[in-house]
């Protein structure tokens, strides 16, 4: 089988490049030749090592002859429609580009996800009204037209894999054929040699990821402010909500007890996950899967999250960690408090949660299934 992939970067960008080149590195170990599609930008060498053959010119589908395409991130509906039309295809949704005008399925205001189909709800809930671009004005309207586009050009893609149940019954709910959608756990091969830490009774809680406003770190901070047993976070990651944190830290009076790390290597968190009781993923969109909850559960340490997204998909509660309703900061808050009072419960669920990431979640499974998909469409 000859694989084309497609996707917007050449380049390590973020968890989209990371599960393509991992899956390049799967199945260039299994004998699959394949090529790189890309639509611009900075290119990698190390990023193109498993690839025959790379190019930003659609000439590369004569000189490939591929048996099928596999779609990473395109966003645009002309070249996915021609692409569509002259192999099967297949398409690998790793966000919510194809249901949300807003791209993030949660509202302008307040903190509920949304679970509606693309259309008029869009613009009663004023989706249509975005951040504007850098150096211009501060907000632009974003019409359906081009959603819409977007969408049908989609619709002629033999089968899409989707990172969580929760996504495919947003890609349902907009038209596209159930039968057609396959759930596979996106596992980068890193999480194979993540192993179990030793528990610890301090009460430090943890949180990894970008600071940006769909990644809830406000949230957690106002449900920090609310806990009386004591404690202290430890925040890893950066983006352009840090600032807004850091002042909100300040303006709860709990910026003694909150350290923010900056940015970390991900070969460098091993100390941070060692000293955690728990983490926390307080996601206010709904993350299509959300890999940094099975790779704490991986190192032994619960979880509490929003019942959103993805979360469900990895997340058990009362099992593996924690599950909140969505946006509700007290109830985190005592979700907080209760690992906090009940150390032992802390530990325990921790234990469960490796348990449960070693069983479950394989990046050899994620490619055997991967490789059903593509060659279903043959």
């Avoid at 038209?175 to 301090?202: C, F, N, Q, W």
């Avoid at 970390?264 to 993350?287: D, Q, T």
Wanted: charged share 20%; net charge positive.
């Amino acid at each position: 089988m000859k694989v084309l992939h497609v996707n917007q970067n050449a380049n390590f960008v973020g968890g989209i490049e990371q599960i393509l080149f991992d899956t390049a590195r799967g199945f260039a170990e299994e004998g699959i030749s394949q090529a790189l599609l890309y639509g611009g930008g900075d290119v990698s060498p190390h990023f193109l090592q498993h690839f025959d053959l790379a190019s930003s010119n659609m000439s590369i589908l004569a000189k490939f002859q591929p048996d099928v395409i596999l779609i990473h991130k395109l966003n645009d509906p002309e070249k996915t429609s021609l692409l569509a039309s002259k192999r099967p295809s297949v398409r690998m949704v790793h966000d919510h580009d194809l249901t949300c005008l807003r791209r993030h399925k949660y509202f302008p205001l307040g903190n509920k996800p949304c679970e509606l189909a693309t259309g008029i709800n869009c613009i009663t809930h004023g989706c249509f009204i975005q951040k504007g671009d850098k150096g211009g004005l501060p907000v632009k309207l974003r019409g359906l037209g081009s959603q819409r586009k977007l969408m049908d050009a989609n619709r002629g893609i033999r089968r899409f894999v989707v990172n969580s149940q929760w996504m495919k019954g947003q890609m349902v709910i907009n038209g596209y054929p159930e039968a057609d959608i396959d759930v596979i756990h996106p596992i980068p091969r890193v999480l194979e040699t993540v192993k179990a830490l030793p528990p610890v009774s301090e009460p430090e809680i943890l949180y990894v990821g970008q600071i940006i406003r769909g990644k809830g770190v406000d949230l957690l901070l106002r449900a920090l402010a609310l806990v009386d047993k004591p404690w202290h976070t430890t925040i890893v990651g950066t983006g352009n909500h840090l600032d807004a944190c850091r002042k909100l830290a300040r303006q709860l009076g709990i910026d003694d007890k909150v350290s923010f790390a900056g940015w970390v290597a991900h070969e460098a968190l091993e100390p941070y996950y060692a000293k955690a009781l728990f983490s926390v993923v307080p996601s206010r969109w709904p993350e299509p899967f959300g890999m940094v909850g099975p790779e704490s559960m991986a190192r032994g340490r619960a979880v509490i999250g929003f019942r959103t997204g993805g979360i469900p998909d990895w997340l058990e509660d009362n099992v593996s960690g924690l599950l909140v309703e969505p946006g509700n900061i007290k109830a985190y808050a005592a979700a907080i408090d209760k690992l906090l009072s009940n150390k032992e419960m802390a530990i325990s669920l921790g234990q469960s949660a490796a348990e449960l990431a070693k069983d479950r979640f394989k990046h050899n499974m994620f490619l055997k299934n991967l490789i059903q998909s593509l060659e279903s469409v043959l």
